[in-house]
């Protein structure tokens, strides 16, 4: 077997600074592996299975700006040098379409052209796998991606936009520093696409996900998944036929009405055994190979897809962050979840449902961060053409070493007739409106009036003796208007009463 590094480690690379990294790849099993990088030297042996696998300290040394990563097989002399290393802070970026949404369907990328070329960021894209052969192929075949390119006009309009807006938004804060960012994404999949069967073995989560792509594949063959792909095709181009006639009959209308009238876009296409849908598909084809890597911090933007079983989000959720931050061999790297912008189209309080749960997630999993950008989105449709604020946001977050994430509830204190919830990662809160939250009495939902007070940054909602529950933007399409100096918004929450406390519902 020949010398090789796994792939991610290739010329223009950057590694994590001032934090342990790990550098992999294949060789003949029993030989000795000697790894050259940052004034560092360690040595391995190959496995049985012909991979080795280092851990590099740094050690305290200043990194050099731009180095060399030299491996070599002691005994053969086989070597392997990756040129143009450099050090800096490394995100992953994974989850499905608005992470994956390229700079070149942004309606900024014109202007983002003329700010090229950007020498200090380096983008990697993971290949989109759907499915790996027992023979080592690969589908589809031709597939882009799979090299460390600068971030400049030839490579602009392939990048997450996201990704790109937080860059700019982390440059401004840090001119000197190199970043480098690994797409690890694809649109339209569940979060049960990105973990390990192990996660999907609870008999909720099996029963949700695992059982019906089981029994849509059971006893068909190639000629019967190829007759229902064609009818969906079908179904998709009628569709989007039948759309476009009504919306020019109709012009006043808007897309959402239109939707209501015709229908929306079929979706999901039919199972098939290779399909990139299947549950924990793209942890094998995709999360796998970027996990070989070292991450200064992981970047989740999903949950679009999950709102159909959003009350089960929490529980994936913390499985992909355990399963991903194992796979790592990283227990400590920071996560950084998106809550999800506002979008009116789907199942009644659905995306309210997600926002809670990945809300939850980042209070309950040590080193997890929300970074909520539910103040924007569009009402009715499901990709906003612009992500610039949810990308700068995203940017200011992970460049400052002032805040974990952007505003969230945090303790809750019942003094009087008012329920105090004390607002953590902010210096100060203002309300640019009415301050609007829903509690729950003996006979249902009413709206009260929310006080706004700093020194600490709190919030007062009023209750009643038989108040069970509060809330404040739980909704798919919510208004928030409670702000932080930076315009970031109070995340939307829950609260319940339980045994006599309050807490996240």
């Not at 084809?285 to 996990?291: D, I, K, N, R």
């Not at 003996?442 to 009260?448: A, F, K, L, M």
């Amino acid at each position: 077997m020949e010398l090789a590094l796994d792939k991610l480690f290739s010329d223009n690379m950057v590694l994590p600074s001032g934090r342990t990294f790990r550098v992999s790849g294949r060789g003949v099993p029993g030989r000795m592996i000697r790894v050259r990088v940052a004034s560092q030297v360690v040595t391995t042996s190959v496995t049985a299975s012909g991979t080795w696998s280092v851990e590099v300290d740094p050690g305290g040394d200043a990194h050099p700006k731009e180095g060399s990563l030299v491996v070599d097989d002691k005994q053969s002399g086989a070597k392997v040098v990756v040129e143009h290393v450099r050090f800096g802070h490394v995100y992953l970026l994974g989850g499905q379409s608005n992470i994956e949404f390229r700079m070149r369907e942004d309606e900024g990328y014109v202007q983002a052209l003329d700010a090229m070329p950007q020498p200090w960021a380096y983008v990697y894209t993971v290949p989109q796998v759907e499915y790996l052969a027992d023979d080592g192929s690969v589908m589809p075949e031709g597939l882009d991606g799979g090299a460390w390119l600068p971030l400049g006009s030839a490579s602009l309009g392939n990048v997450s936009a996201v990704g790109y807006y937080a860059l700019q938004a982390i440059h401004r804060e840090h001119p000197d520093e190199v970043v480098g960012l690994v797409d690890c994404f694809k649109g339209g999949t569940s979060a049960s696409c990105w973990v390990p069967p192990e996660v999907l073995v609870d008999p909720s989560l099996h029963e949700a996900y695992v059982e019906p792509f089981e029994a849509a594949i059971a006893d068909k063959d190639e000629a019967d998944f190829d007759r229902e792909q064609e009818t969906y095709e079908s179904l998709v181009e009628r569709h989007n036929d039948d759309l476009a006639r009504y919306r020019a009959a109709h012009p006043d209308r808007t897309l959402s009405e239109a939707k209501n009238v015709v229908g929306h876009t079929p979706w999901p296409p039919p199972a098939r055994p290779t399909s990139p849908y299947r549950p924990s598909g793209l942890y094998g084809t995709m999360f796998v190979p970027a996990s070989s890597y070292s991450y200064s911090a992981i970047v989740w933007y999903q949950g679009e897809d999950d709102s159909k079983h959003a009350k089960l989000y929490h529980q994936l959720l913390t499985g992909l962050i355990g399963a991903w931050r194992h796979a790592l061999h990283d227990a400590e790297v920071p996560i950084y979840v998106m809550q999800l912008p506002g979008y009116a189209d789907d199942l009644p309080d659905s995306w309210a449902l997600v926002r809670q749960a990945q809300l939850r997630v980042s209070y309950e999993m040590p080193g997890v961060h929300l970074v909520s950008i539910a103040d924007t989105g569009d009402e009715h449709n499901i990709h906003p053409a612009s992500k610039r604020v949810a990308g700068e946001r995203l940017g200011r977050v992970l460049s400052s070493h002032s805040c974990d994430g952007t505003p969230v509830p945090g303790k809750v204190h019942l003094r009087d007739d008012a329920l105090t919830v004390e607002v953590d990662d902010a210096e100060s809160i203002a309300s640019d409106g009415d301050a609007v939250a829903e509690v729950r009495e003996d006979t249902g939902w009413n709206r009260v009036c929310m006080t706004v007070q700093n020194d600490p940054p709190r919030v007062l909602i009023p209750v009643g003796a038989n108040t069970t529950r509060v809330r404040y933007g739980y909704e798919n399409y919510p208004h928030l208007v409670i702000r932080d100096d930076f315009g970031q918004p109070l995340a939307p929450f829950e609260l319940a009463l339980k045994e006599g406390e309050w807490s996240l519902a």
